[in-house]
């Protein structure tokens, strides 16, 4: 008898939490998992978790001239168990954010300042999708997709980028390729480019072997 109700007090219980759950802000001092990190009591959850700040330029003195500044659910807990997070893009002039992947999230791209080139290839046919964007312009990148962004205007560019995942993940494609320790023979064989040219970028990227 115990049991029982004790068993129907535990699924109202539950259910009652779970109605009243408006937010999971991340406690970032709990392990992550698949579905991202454990909920801060809410008696410790301030407006701040909810408010990021990402007005500061991103430095640019870098081997591709950009920097990205995300506002993730590590680093801006308020997003945590939302379909949501934000970054920054600075471009210096010239400046390429490379061909790189979200293994974990959509991507749309607001031009605030400059000009930047875009695209993305699909994974069927690899059809390509790129053009030019101008400030107010905005373009979507599908998840997964390899995709892109050069400024191709005079001065610096920035952009905004959302994201349908608090949690999005970036894997910039030559830095998975170069910056890595396998054997320059095996990226020789796995890419078909030549051994020279591995040296070369492993060099560059930090790369070893
Ligand atoms: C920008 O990064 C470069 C290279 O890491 C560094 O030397 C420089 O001090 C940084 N500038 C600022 C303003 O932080």
Redesign the pocket.
Known sequence: MFTQAFFIFSLFFASTQASVLDFCVADPSLPVGPAGYSCKKTTEVTVGDFVYSLAATG????IIAAAVTPAFAPTYPGVNGLDISIARLDLAEGGVIPFHTHPGASEVLVVIQGTICAGFISSFENKVYFTTLKRGDVMVFPQGLLHFQINSGKGPAIAFVSFSSPNPGLQITDFAFFKNDLPTEIVAKTTFLDIAQIKKLKGVLGGTN
Do not use: I, P
Request: avoid cysteine; hydrophobic fraction near 0%; charged fraction near 0%.
């Open positions: 430095n640019t003195s870098n």
